[in-house]
């Protein structure tokens, strides 16, 4: 395995427990949706505070990697959805 295949699997590892930690909390908020959403802006934040000149770039993996997190979040939170939780849950 070369050094880039490494970081590669290293980072896939860490990309998946943290969309998991960020689902997990979300689920457990009041506004699963918001605190994804809140998660996002606060991320993007940093970044752009950082005056990357790959912000494009950086925007569009920001992007692909929350996708999953807010659409779990927004389905849990559908009150009106046939088996999702929602308020009751928590």
Known sequence: MT???????????L???VRQL???????????????QTRKTL???VLDADGTQQSARLNDAMTDF???A?????????LAKPGTPGMAAR
């Open 3 to 13: 050094e880039i295949d490494e970081i590669s699997a290293h980072l896939t590892v």
């Open 15 to 17: 990309e998946t427990v």
């Open 22 to 36: 960020i689902t997990h909390m979300a689920v457990r908020d009041d506004n699963p949706s918001g605190w994804v």
């Open 43 to 45: 991320a993007m934040s």
């Open 66 to 68: 929350f996708e999953p």
């Open 70 to 78: 807010e659409a779990v979040a927004s389905d849990y939170s559908d």
